[in-house]
């Protein structure tokens, strides 16, 4: 299950950037739940959202609902993370994962993902 990340780069404070997430294979990511996680210099990584697969429930860190947005593009085999009201804390290394189940239910640390993206810079600078 090798997953892809895409959309990282610059974006100037206050800015709002979109990254999405697919399968290597292109096949479909609708079998299974995705998560986001981050990663910073100064933090290990931290979970973002994740959604699951049957019913697309959704989980946010308590610390970025409200300005992450985590959708499934059925059409697309594709996981999107919308990111807005950016800000310079939000610098970080951004990365899809997937357990291989289907729910996020309490999965919420980084030992409960097996499978891990390559990962995608997003830098928030002026």
């Known amino acids: 299950l090798q997953v892809v990340e895409s959309g990282g780069g610059l974006v100037p404070p206050g800015g709002s950037l979109n990254l999405s997430c697919s399968f290597a294979?292109?096949?479909?990511?609708?079998?299974?739940?995705i998560g986001w996680f981050r990663r910073t210099p100064e933090k290990d990584r931290e979970a973002i959202a994740c959604?699951?697969?049957?019913?697309?429930?959704?989980r946010y860190s308590d610390d970025l609902k409200g300005r992450f947005t985590i959708s499934r593009d059925k059409a697309n085999h594709t996981v999107a993370l919308q990111m807005d009201s950016l800000s310079a804390e939000d610098t970080a290394v951004y990365y899809c994962?997937?357990?291989?189940?289907?729910?996020?239910?309490?999965?919420?640390?980084?030992?409960?993902?097996?499978?891990w993206g390559q990962g995608t810079q997003v830098t928030v600078s002026p």
């Open positions: 994962v997937t357990g291989g189940f289907t729910r996020c239910g309490s999965r919420w640390a980084t030992s409960d993902y097996r499978y």
């Open positions: 294979s292109g096949n479909s990511l609708g079998g299974y739940a």
């Open positions: 959604i699951s697969s049957s019913d697309d429930r959704i």
